[in-house]
């Protein structure tokens, strides 16, 4: 079972919606003891880094988190904000220490363009590394949706999809069972879809 981490701060019913559609089972909590009994973790976001680690320390949800990835080796998959609390560190808000599952740090994007707002609203071509099984049948250059204006630069060698604003940024990470997308697979339509359904059957151990 899918547990959707629910901390007021995400697309819940959109990520709910999407993998309702897939088949997939899931249920949505807040609740830390929900996560000591999943078998796989999604965690969406959109909002403040500093913000969402307050309240997930606040709850004590970021530890059981930490244990139950780090120690248990539960698959999750971060979206959008919640990819960049999978960093161990974020400039958003202030200086603040992320989730720590991926050595790296959540900094605003190095926009040289002055004529490119901020954030980064809309759909772009999203480009993968070779054997990235998250994008499993979609073709390289599909076009994902985001909404951000902060991205991961990752410390420690991982798996990286990259997208293009202006400058490069990283649009997806993948180290193990710990991954992460910038952009909103459950509002990217067909391949959205195939994205989430990979990230399923390559964690699935039913």
């Known amino acids: ?13 959109s990520v709910g919606n999407a993998l309702r559609h897939l088949g997939i089972p899931y249920a949505v909590s807040g609740d830390p003891d929900a996560v000591v ?4 973790l999604i965690l969406p976001g959109v909002g403040n880094f500093s913000e969402a680690m307050k309240r997930l320390e606040g709850i004590g949800m970021a530890d059981v988190i930490r244990r139950r990835v780090l ?9 959008c904000l919640g990819m960049q609390l ?7 808000g202030g200086h603040s220490r992320g989730l720590g599952l991926i ?7 190095p926009l040289e363009d002055s004529a490119l707002p901020l954030p980064h609203v809309g759909w772009n071509e999203v480009h993968y590394d070779d054997n990235f099984t998250l994008f499993d049948s ?3 250059g599909a076009c994902f949706y985001f909404v951000h204006s902060y991205a991961m630069v990752p410390a420690e060698p991982v798996e990286k999809a990259y ?4 400058v490069q940024f990283v649009a997806a990470v993948r180290k193990n069972g710990i991954v992460g997308v910038q952009f909103h697979p459950e509002k ?9 359904r990979n990230f399923f059957k390559d964690h699935c151990h039913a």
């Not at 999978?86 to 958003?92: H, N, Q």
């Open 1 to 13: 079972m899918i547990t959707v981490i629910d901390i007021d701060l995400g697309n819940i019913s």
């Open 37 to 40: 009994s999943a078998d796989q």
């Open 71 to 79: 120690q248990d080796g539960v698959p999750i998959l971060g979206i």
């Open 86 to 92: 999978l960093a161990a560190r974020g400039e958003e």
């Open 103 to 109: 050595e790296g740090t959540v900094s605003l994007l």
């Open 138 to 140: 979609i073709p390289d």
């Open 163 to 166: 997208s293009d604003y202006g």
């Open 188 to 196: 990217s339509q067909i391949v959205g879809l195939a994205l989430l």
